[in-house]
């Protein structure tokens, strides 16, 4: 039997935050307990490595989800960080943190402390911006945000161009004063390596004699006296082991670990967890309900002029690139697939962008089997413009399978499962051929490969995208936060409704859906959580 102040289940986005500053002042000590290992490998801290990791059972859950009716009956393939950092370990590290309006939105349903003032000095407190700090951007945080708009590839420069060409303004800063418009991306790196949760909060925190972490060790179950959590019990190398918390417990597994815990504890929704003879300790539908996520396609195209896919598909272009950035951490391995993006509003009647874009300077149409084909592109010049929509109105839900915590649980996303979602994203991918339409890129591409021209009525488009979309790999709501017990889990303060000692801080306790990518939101909700612990303690 271990004993500490507080235990935190899951060293991901925001469970990394939440150690390092629960551990801070020395006065508490806290157990950290990752089901996965240790982020110091290559293709972790190589940027472009999240290609490799996509599939790698050593770093990745490696979860699929249900058949989606939406998706045309495909499976998609659900990665989630199973290492140190989490998904911060394997992402694609755009920093974006979304929109004011989430944030007020989140206020504004009755969770004070949540609006985007209250949140901003959060962010701006994580942060080391590269571009210098204003009056959005901080420096001098614990994670390093790089600015990509230097060594731009050709490719890149002409799709901002035709960006603007097609109606939308420039945007120096999506994390700035508005979203709209097109630009580069800043990703969390630093010095050519991956800037992940890991590195950034537990690295540190793990110097300290009141931190412990424990890796290989998978979270089975709650320790529940009464109404009240006491600890956890975890298997590691075949052993159940149990650790008791004399303040808190805090679950930040995400959106779909967090939900499976809960449930196989006994707290959640208990017509189904009776059915697989679990003993309720609390009963409460929305745990692993209200799933969101952002769903995504790419349109691609054959170039007449070079692409990334010269220099990354032949061995001896693998070999420059890889000894550059053995020599200069510089290159493309450095960097995201993601350089430039944008976001945009599929009707001019919409107060704010409903659509999220992302540039690719390669294209990887033919697949190579067991790892996503960033490395291996397509034999011929080509590019991609993809795009994700930022607050789709489907809704899911995460549910175990069994009372066996090795097993996966069943993801169902429910994509396009409303007309408004369906809408939208046809909308969306006729502004993608508009942009490509525009004389800056037009003038140099050779055809459209993906889904091509024969693909052109409104029915067409729409079953393409339903049979090629998948995850932008966004989950987050399975837990979420609200001050009403009947429909959420966690009331403002994150603790868990109606059981006391527990608290859930981590991607699932977003109200709604932030527009854009999520890392950046964890890990403040993991900063702000950890605040909120603090003040709690007094």
Known sequence: MQTYDFIVVGAGSAGCVVAERLSASGRYSVLVLEAGGSDRR??????????????????????????????????????????????????????????????????????????FDDVLPVFKAIEDNEAGADAWRGVGGPVHVTDCSRGLHPLTALYLKAGVEAGLPLNPDFNGAAQEGVGTYQISTRNGRRMSAARAFLRPAMKRNNVQVITGALATHLLIEGSR?????????????????????????????????????????????????????????????????????????????????QMLR???????????????????????????????????????????LYFQALSTVIPRKGERPLLTPDPWPGFSIGLSNCRPSSRGSIMIRSVNPTDPPKIMPNAFSTPEDVAEMLAAVKFVRRIAAMPALSSIIVEEVLPGPSCSTDDELIADFRSRSGTVYHPVSTCRMGPDPSQSVVDPRLKVHGVAGLRVIDASVFPENISGNTNAPSIMTGAKGAQLILEDQG
Not at 44 to 60: A, R, S
Not at 230 to 252: D, F, M, P, Q
Not at 263 to 268: E, K, M, T, V, W
């Open 314 to 356: 032949p061995w001896w272009g693998k070999m420059l690139v890889g000894m550059r950035y053995l020599a200069l951490r510089d290159g493309p391995l450095s960097r995201s697939l993601n350089n430039a993006g944008g976001f945009f509003r599929t009707d001019p009647a919409l107060t704010r962008p409903n659509m999220q």
């Open 229 to 309: 959590v006491t600890g956890v019990e975890y298997l590691r190398n075949g052993t159940l082991h149990t650790a008791t918390a004399g303040r808190e417990v805090i679950v930040s597994a995400g959106s779909v670990n967090t939900p499976q815990l809960l449930q196989l504890s006994g707290i959640g929704p208990a017509i189904h967890l009776r059915q697989l003879g679990i003993e309720i300790r609390h009963d409460n539908d929305h745990v692993g309900a209200n799933l969101q996520d952002h769903v995504g396609i790419n349109y691609t195209f054959k170039a007449k002029i070079p692409s990334l896919n």
């Open 42 to 115: 290559f293709y972790v801290q190589m940027p472009l490595g999240y290609g490799k990791t996509f599939f790698d059972p050593t770093v990745n859950w490696n979860y699929k989800a249900e058949p989606d009716a939406g998706l045309a009956g495909n499976a998609d393939n659900w990665p989630r960080g199973k290492v140190l950092g989490g998904s911060s370990s394997i992402n694609a590290m755009v920093w974006i943190r979304g929109q004011r309006e989430d944030y007020d939105a989140w206020r504004d349903a009755g969770n004070p402390g949540w609006g």
